[in-house]
T-cell receptor, first 116, second 116 residues
Framework: AQKITQTQPGMFVQEKEAVTLDCTYDTSDQSYGLFWYKQPSSGEMIFLIYQGSYDEQNATEGRYSLNFQKARKSANLVISASQLGDSAMYFCAMREGTGNFNKFYFGSGTKLNVKP | GAVVSQHPSRVICKSGTSVKIECRSLDFQATTMFWYRQFPKQSLMLMATSNEGSKATYEQGVEKDKFLINHASLTLSTLTVTSAHPEDSSFYIC????????????FGQGTRLTVV
């Protein structure tokens, strides 16, 4: 079974509007971390936001927020006030366990296009 | 902040030759590094976990004799693609976690390998 599922291969959003990128995950661990990374065409992986499984509040980082619904095992990324520079691939990832040294599982990604 | 430097960013080589990719942690010690492979428009697939001073752990289906990993110091891991073939053409990217501190994994800039 897929550990991370991103069901939106591509998304379009109008500049200045908000957009939600979907992510569901599958784990039997009680402790895990959920991450979102942005990958522009240059290929680098840019960390956006992190949510720990025990965090009760949804994580926020500037224009990024993570809609964490533990019972549904979903960790959707919300980007508010989209900008042209937000056009990129977005990957949801999970790391099981408590250590920083456990491996990541990545979703298949969502390509976001922001229209002017 | 923590930085992981990967070199080269792009390389073109002839079939049958070997290519070495370096991944360096610039301001922290990385006892563990991860090597990923990414095909165009696909997700990152973990190839192996590199451990300083010991043998790398390879994921199922990854040929360890073809993808040689050496983690000789606390700041350097290398991936050597031996006897490269056109099907080895891909984007390779490394990452390194931190002891304590930030939960995110820091990624190198990636290496785009083209085998002709």
């Amino acid at each position: 079974a897929q550990k991370i599922t991103q069901t939106q291969p591509g998304m379009f959003v109008q500049e200045k509007e908000a957009v939600t990128l979907d992510c569901t995950y599958d784990t039997s661990d009680q402790s895990y971390g959920l991450f979102w990374y942005k990958q522009p065409s240059s290929g680098e992986m840019i960390f956006l936001i992190y949510q720990g499984s025990y965090d009760e509040q949804n994580a926020t980082e500037g224009r990024y927020s993570l809609n964490f619904q533990k019972a549904r095992k979903s960790a959707n990324l919300v980007i508010s006030a989209s900008q042209l520079g937000d056009s990129a691939m977005y990957f949801c990832a999970m790391r099981e366990g408590t250590g920083n040294f456990n491996k990541f599982y990545f979703g298949s990604g969502t390509k976001l296009n922001v229209k002017p | 902040g923590a930085v992981v430097s990967q070199h080269p960013s792009r390389v073109i080589c002839k079939s049958g030759t070997s290519v070495k990719i370096e991944c360096r942690s610039l301001d922290f010690q990385a006892t563990t590094m991860f090597w990923y492979r990414q095909f165009p428009k696909q997700s990152l697939m973990l190839m192996a976990t590199s451990n300083e001073g010991s043998k790398a752990t390879y994921e199922q289906g990854v040929e360890k004799d073809k993808f040689l990993i050496n983690h000789a110091s606390l700041t350097l891991s290398t991936l050597t693609v031996t006897s490269a073939h056109p099907e080895d053409s891909s984007f390779y990217i490394c990452s390194a976690p931190l002891w304590g501190g930030s939960t995110e994994a820091f990624f190198g800039q990636g290496t785009r390998l083209t085998v002709v």
